[in-house]
């Protein structure tokens, strides 16, 4: 299965897939609004700015698995990281990205592209996959890896 034929849902519920990132390169984030990461929501939306024209898509799927920093969700999350963040690339439905319910788009990503020690399982908030234009996940990047330091590889795959 492609990453394109994963089903997801909107903020608002309504089922899709990825297809219509088909010939972009995409970073999916894991977000959670009250987590210490919750600043790179600026260097993300930094990053959508200055290279969504040229192809670039960035993702966010807000996941409360860690800690329970993520209590928003739907109108009230984007809301709440538009005011607070600037955010204007699209959040998708909470989902889980780890454990026995992990949603199959994280379950893809975590085999293509594991972790440290070639561990699959996502550690904490705003860790980053890369996917090229072609829909093949390239890197994966940890929380700690702030946006700013990913541009050059968004650059090279645009």
């Known amino acids: 299965m492609s990453v394109y034929d994963i089903p997801v849902a909107t903020a608002r519920g309504a089922e899709t897939t990825l297809s219509e990132y088909k010939g972009k390169v995409m970073l999916i984030v894991n977000t959670a609004s009250k987590c210490g990461f919750a600043p790179q ?10 290279y969504a024209d040229q192809g670039l898509a960035v993702l966010a799927f807000p996941s409360n698995q860690f800690a ?10 984007a809301e709440h990281c538009q005011l ?3 955010v204007t690339f699209p959040l998708y439905a909470k989902i889980d990205v780890k454990g026995d319910g992990i949603h199959p788009l994280y379950r893809h990503l975590t085999k293509a592209a594991p972790g440290f ?3 699959r399982s996502i550690k904490w908030n705003f860790t980053k996959f890369l996917v090229d234009r072609n829909g093949q996940v390239v890197k994966r990047f940890s929380p700690a890896v702030a946006p700013e330091r990913i541009e050059a590889h968004i650059r090279k795959l645009l």
């Open 41 to 50: 929501f600026g260097g993300l939306q930094k990053l959508h700015e200055a």
């Open 84 to 86: 607070n963040h600037g």
């Open 68 to 77: 329970n920093q993520e209590p928003l969700e739907g109108d009230a999350l």
């Open 117 to 119: 020690l070639g561990l």
